[in-house]
């Protein structure tokens, strides 16, 4: 079966800091991997998708970035981190199929 | 930009009561899914339509896609409080690489 991790849980990092979140994929290959971000109790906002290594797309301009250095490693990284960009980050892999499948998420915090 | 609008927002009801959440769009999809979430997870799928007039049962849930594959709901019997969460639907189109369009959500609180 599949499985999907993110790591850190939480992070609380200051206004200026880097950022570097991880999301793994078990269980399948050559998925569709995508990185949200959630406002508190409200839809999902598509930050990047990627469907194979290298290849990032960027849905909306913005002080993160993207990398997928392998298969099932999907990485989400900001050089200088604003107060706008604290949130609930979630990562989800699909296969061109009709579902996606979410990670645990990471809460990130700026301050 | 084809835009999901989710209805109520927010809904509040007794353990026992029944709920309707609406999902509508004026644009068509090749596939509508419904998740929930609760704080601090990522969403669960629940299920997944594609067929216009299409109807899915799980367990005391109901879920339709609109004939015109447009709209869809999601009907809850005789909710209980382990159906609180956030409701999400989410729609994707065969020309969309595999992105899906995502509702702001609906806030299910159901009281003992």
């Known amino acids: 079966s599949q499985t999907i991790h993110q790591w850190p849980a939480t992070l609380v990092q200051p206004v200026g800091s880097p950022l570097s979140l991880e999301c793994t994929v078990e269980g399948t290959s050559n998925p569709n991997l995508y990185w949200y971000r959630q406002a508190a109790g409200r839809g999902l906002q598509l930050l990047f998708y990627?469907?194979?290594?290298?290849?990032i797309s960027s849905e909306v301009p913005q002080n993160l970035s993207a990398s997928r250095p392998q298969d099932r490693q999907f990485i989400l990284s900001s050089k200088k981190l604003l107060l706008s960009d604290s949130g609930f980050y979630l990562c989800?892999?699909?296969?061109?199929?009709?579902?996606?499948?979410f990670g645990p998420g990471t809460r990130l915090t700026v301050t | 930009t084809q835009l999901l609008e989710q209805s109520p927002q927010f809904l509040s009801i007794q353990e026992g009561e029944n709920l309707t959440v609406y999902c509508n769009s004026s644009s068509v999809f090749s596939s509508l899914q419904w998740y929930r979430q609760e704080p601090g997870e990522g969403p669960v799928l629940l299920v997944t339509?594609?067929?216009?007039?299409e109807v899915k049962k799980l367990k005391r849930l109901t879920f339709q896609f609109g004939d015109a594959r447009k709209d869809s709901s999601l009907h809850i019997t005789a909710a209980q409080p382990g159906d609180t969460g956030l409701y999400l639907c989410?729609?994707?189109?065969?020309?969309?690489?595999?992105?899906?369009?995502f509702g702001a959500g609906t806030q299910v609180v159901v009281t003992p």
């Open positions: 989800a892999w699909g296969n061109y199929g009709h579902e996606q499948y």
């Open positions: 339509v594609v067929t216009g007039g």
């Open positions: 989410a729609g994707g189109t065969t020309d969309s690489w595999g992105k899906f369009q």
């Open positions: 990627s469907v194979g290594i290298g290849q």
